[in-house]
């Protein structure tokens, strides 16, 4: 069966589980007599990590001289947390050192990380093009073709999982809970298990893994797993000699958690300093989740720079219609954003709507890769690789911003904390299905976190911007989705350069509410798949 028609229909898979038996000490009680709470063991303090790989050592300096001898024992077929967000806080250092060990020493390696690697190099993708990596579990592939290729031609297999599934995993997976329910990805391909694992010559040779559902408080929820890893790898500002570390900004999205998750964790670091060093309220991940410490010789990749241009947003000479038509959307969308909300902003056309805010109405501004409180982007002299958005763009931060790890920023977006989430689209359902992140056969760039910010619509209002038709002609609005879902119903206001419409959930049906100036209700409606009805009286304009 070939990719797409897979993608487009479901299957049946097998599952397989494998049990593992990890070693366990015998314990003795002593002293029960004096009633002290004493006990040894004939464990040894040498002790095996998870799988029969590499190995915890007690005792002892965690500081290696060399990056070489601190990977030296990663055995072949480990499962490898490799953290980072694009390219802000990847462990280029140790990974460089895994790449010299060469694909007969170091190979079939389970790659967990939320991007595998980018279109320009960094990251995992040396591994992964040195034929390393037979496995990624990751959220998003973006523009990496390289991947993308050595997924079509059955070279990798590839978990996609939503982002924010992938940071409660890793953190379940530190804190000893095998599993837990999400209501991420109910309603897809997630939960049907309809995206394959992996490919070759189109056809599918490794299904992916339908979920268990359970029904809590009249909702459906999935299943998910905890990942546990046998080595984590990841780069911090600061890590003195007993292993705690201080992270800087964003490089912290997924570094806490993988640190937490992994039998081995190896952190390179570009200040090691002695202990007492680092105030203890200054500690983001305590030394006992630390087994090695390397210093970081490779340079920090900045991956998108963009600099804050100080122009009037709406001056419009010279632009192209496309830029009119973006400016018109982020315009409205901007509306949306009232005195004092917490929003989260989509990769792309969202980020424009702040500049189109008036000046004195304060928005908080969450980024999932673990910002609130996101400013402008910066100049040249404020450019910092370690403050980047969703889109791996640089940025800088308001007063009263705050950093945080990928968990704590989707609990903020599932548990319902966030006002309005803005997010784009390659369709919308007149009943608010949203499709934003795969075209079977064409596209496959992955979910990234919409899947998680999608999540909670009863809390979180959707509001979706996106052009009225694609490059085509075709309109994006339809009747019913035909592309895969990233949420089902949740999408509550859609915003394109025609009109506006507004989403009743629950009857599935669509109101065109706004139109934008020199457009017609009768344009609307040959450029509009879907039905909808009118708003009593006639709609507004969109610019008043």
């Not at 704590?408 to 904390?417: N, V, W």
């Not at 919409?450 to 809390?459: E, K, Q």
């Amino acid at each position: 069966m070939e990719a797409a028609t897979y993608l487009s229909s479901a299957l049946s898979c097998s599952i397989r589980v494998q049990l593992r038996t990890a070693p366990r000490a015998t314990w003795q009680a002593r002293d029960h007599i004096s009633g002290r709470r004493g006990f040894k063991s004939n464990a040894p303090s040498y002790r095996e990590a998870t799988s029969g790989k590499s190995a915890r050592k007690r005792g002892g300096s965690k500081v290696f001289d060399s990056v070489d001898q601190a990977v030296a024992d990663i055995k072949s077929g480990s499962i490898v947390l490799s953290a980072g967000f694009g390219l802000c806080g990847t462990a280029e250092t140790i990974i460089d050192a895994l790449v010299r060990r060469g694909p007969d020493s170091l190979n079939d390696i389970t790659a967990v990380s939320n991007n595998a690697g980018t279109a320009i190099g960094g990251g995992l993708s040396p591994m992964i093009e040195a034929g390393q990596v037979s496995r990624a579990i990751c959220s998003f592939l973006g523009n990496n073709k390289a991947l993308e290729k050595k997924y079509l031609t059955g070279k990798i297999a590839i978990e996609l999982t939503p982002q924010g599934t992938i940071a409660e995993k890793l953190r379940c997976g530190g804190a000893g809970i095998p599993a837990f329910f999400t209501p991420t990805g109910v309603n897809t391909f997630i939960q049907s298990g309809q995206i394959p694992v992996r490919l070759k010559d189109g056809i599918v040779i490794e299904p992916g893994k339908p979920r268990e559902t359970r029904i809590f408080d009249g909702r459906v929820y999935n299943m998910e797993t905890a990942i546990k890893g046998d080595v984590a790898i990841l780069r911090a500002h600061t890590v003195d000699e007993a292993g705690n570390i201080k992270f800087r900004y964003t490089t912290k999205s997924f570094a806490p958690l993988m640190a937490k998750a992994a039998a081995i964790t190896i952190v390179e670091a570009e200040n090691i300093v002695p202990i007492g060093t680092i105030a203890p309220d200054d500690i983001d991940v305590p030394g006992v989740f630390v087994d090695r410490i390397v210093k970081a010789t490779k340079d920090k990749i900045l991956e998108v720079k963009v600099l804050r241009q100080d122009t009037d947003p709406s001056a419009t000479p010279d632009k192209s219609p496309a830029a009119v038509r973006r400016d018109r959307i982020a315009k409205r969308a901007a509306k949306e954003l009232q005195e004092g909300f917490y929003v989260n902003l989509g990769v792309g056309m969202p980020t424009l709507a702040p500049s189109f805010l008036p000046a004195d109405r304060n928005v908080w501004i969450q980024s999932e890769n673990g910002i609130l409180g996101m400013g402008p982007y910066p100049t040249e002299e404020e450019v910092d690789a370690d403050i980047i958005n969703a889109g791996k763009e640089t940025v800088t931060l308001v007063k009263g911003a705050s950093t945080f790890d990928s968990s704590e920023s989707f609990g903020m977006i599932r548990g319902g904390h966030i006002d309005v989430s803005i997010l784009g689209a390659l369709q919308v359902g007149a009943n608010g299905d949203l499709a934003n992140y795969m075209i079977p056969g064409k596209v496959f760039k992955g979910m990234g976190g919409a899947m998680d910010l999608v999540s909670n619509p009863d809390a979180t209002k959707i509001v979706v911007t996106t052009d009225h038709t694609d490059k085509y002609g075709v309109s994006k609005i339809v009747q019913h989705c035909t592309l895969p879902l990233t949420g089902a119903r949740c999408v509550s206001t859609i915003i394109t350069d025609l009109c506006v419409f507004e989403v009743d959930r629950a009857k599935g049906e669509l109101t065109l509410t706004e139109l934008a100036d020199g457009i017609t209700e009768e344009e609307v409606k040959k450029k509009t798949e879907a039905k909808f009805h009118v708003k009593e009286g006639g709609p507004s304009r969109m610019e008043e």
